[in-house]
């Protein structure tokens, strides 16, 4: 499906805008917009991972990607459609697009909606973004996103999760999202929400690999995702395409790597041994001088946060596409020592470790 050109001018334009202002001015061309992006979502793909990206609600065992791949929500950008040769996929940002949008009833509970934070009272601290404006309670009300399937026996051992998201925006307007799998905290994800920037609004896909020890949460075939922020009344709304789960041997397809230094801010030293963490989903130590490389980790939104006992922990972002390398140093710092006040006891001793401190009781 193509776009004229002079569609496509139009389409873009009223697809990048976000702030409410430029949303009254360009009320009158929402519909016409909607109608652009409809138009291109007409085409029809089917690929050997995700089956027909139409269907809502898709199971497969044995492909290339996984034992079992569920899939809960039509591959479809919101209802938009993708533009042409576009590869949702690849790691690429969407283009932005048009806002409100109508919800088509058809689609999965959580998907292809606009959803604002449940403590949105309309008295946001930094502002509000167009989602949150353009829509109203109840019908912005977080929902959670629901997977079932039937494992037909099959033991999981590792999973994968894909989410295509949209317009999550926490650093902009002060979020603090909490993300729960069946009721339970899983930080692997809130990591990676919190320090999304999708200005525009635009769309990424994020891959994530589930920690073991929250594996057990996909053990029973249902699977109730939900992103909310319960204390901030931050003015943020945002949207998710679908979610996808991938049961076992995950093989992604399009992977790119971060190389990069890290050294000791002030002295410029090398750090070693310094764990770096991709998504959750890839992790290396830093060599003596301080370098590391991570290879294979799934094309997308990549959030690299650093831990090395004595120093504090650092997150960066970096969109990479499929094959490409990206490039990230980081400086760490020493926390600045504590000074703490000890009423002496008999049986106490304090140790004091530079940065740390650590009381034994004996
Ligand atoms: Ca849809
Ligand atoms: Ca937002
Ligand atoms: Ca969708």
């Not at 409100?100 to 403590?119: F, H, K, L, R, Y």
């Not at 829509?135 to 099959?154: A, D, E, F, K, M």
């Amino acid at each position: 499906m193509q776009y004229s050109v002079l569609s496509l001018k139009i389409y873009l334009f009223i697809c990048k805008t976000e702030s409410y202002e430029n949303y009254l001015q360009i009320t009158g061309s929402i519909t016409f917009a909607f109608l652009l992006c409809i138009d291109v979502s007409l085409a029809q793909t089917i690929t050997e991972e995700d089956g027909d990206w139409s269907e809502k609600y898709v199971t497969l065992s044995n492909t290339s990607q996984a034992e079992l791949m569920v899939r809960v929500g039509d591959v479809d950008n919101l209802n938009f459609g993708w533009p042409s040769d576009f590869n949702p996929f690849s790691g690429n940002n969407t283009p932005g697009h048009g806002f409100p949008w109508s919800v088509n009833e058809d689609d999965p509970a959580g998907t292809d909606q606009i959803m604002v934070i449940s403590s949105y009272a309309g008295t946001p601290p930094y502002g509000s973004d167009g989602y949150t404006v353009t829509t109203s309670r109840p019908g912005n009300n977080v929902t959670p996103v629901t997977l079932q399937y039937n494992l037909n026996g099959i033991a999981v051992q590792s999973v994968v999760l894909q989410i295509f998201v949209d317009d999550f925006q926490a650093p902009v307007w002060g979020a603090s999202y909490t993300v729960s799998i069946n009721s339970v905290r899983v930080p692997f994800l809130e990591n990676i929400i919190n320090s999304l920037v999708q200005t525009g609004p635009i769309g990424k896909m994020i891959s994530a690999n589930v920690p073991a020890e929250y594996v057990y949460l996909f053990d029973d075939g249902q699977v109730s995702i939900r992103f909310d922020d319960y204390t901030t009344g931050a003015g943020d709304g945002f949207a998710i395409d679908f979610v996808k789960i991938l049961i076992n041997k995950a093989e992604l397809g399009q992977y790119s790597s971060v190389t990069g230094r890290i050294i000791e801010m002030g002295t410029n030293t090398p750090l070693d041994s310094v764990l770096v963490v991709a998504n959750s989903i890839r992790e290396t130590y830093t060599a003596s001088d301080g370098t590391y490389l991570i290879d294979s980790i799934p094309a997308g939104y990549i959030s690299i946060r650093t831990y090395k006992p004595g120093y504090g922990s650092q997150s960066k972002n970096i969109s990479l596409t499929n094959g490409e390398l990206g490039n990230m140093n980081f400086e760490l710092e020493t926390p600045a020592p504590y000074i703490v006040q000890i009423t002496p006891q008999a049986d106490s001793i304090i140790i004091d470790l530079s940065a740390a401190i650590v009381v034994i009781f004996s």
